[in-house]
């Protein structure tokens, strides 16, 4: 074996070392290049998946608080119709007040004109006639 390792002259073997070294170096950095490619696509997912779960989170948000705004206007329209619905309650029962007091006294001038006696001669019909007449009149005047 000597002779054979003597027949290849010095600057051959290490041309050839240095050739294996190179190739090994180059299998390595393959392999590390192929792990790092893994690596970048793995972060690249998961940034990804972030980004989507972020956008998921994000539009949820968003729409908690469109509904909680649309609440909110439901609710102070809810509060306004009360508040309008009371007001014209008590609009109603203000006007039922006076409309009780206009009955009560137009039942009161009809109490006194069906008091009123005509004399004996004098038609009713003509009396009680002029009488309304009369109270016509008198309304008419204020």
């Not at 170096?25 to 696509?41: A, F, S």
Request: glycine share 4%; aromatic share 4%.
């Amino acid at each position: 074996m000597t002779t054979f390792l003597r027949l290849v002259p010095g600057w051959m073997w290490l041309t050839l070392a240095v050739l294996a070294a190179i190739g090994i170096q180059e299998y390595r950095i393959h392999g590390l290049q192929v792990d790092l490619q893994d690596m970048i696509d793995d972060r690249d997912k998961q940034k990804k998946r972030g980004d989507d779960e972020g956008l998921k989170a994000a539009q949820c948000l968003l729409s908690n608080q469109n509904k909680d705004g649309l609440i909110d206007k439901n609710n102070e329209w809810i509060r306004n119709h009360e508040e309008l619905t009371k007001a014209r309650l008590e609009e109603a029962d203000k006007r039922l007040a006076e409309a009780e007091e206009e009955r009560r006294k137009a039942e009161g001038r009809m109490q006194k004109i069906l008091s009123e006696r005509p004399p004996q001669n004098v038609d009713k019909c003509t009396a009680a006639s002029a009488a309304f007449e009369a109270q016509l009149r008198e309304e008419r005047a204020q």
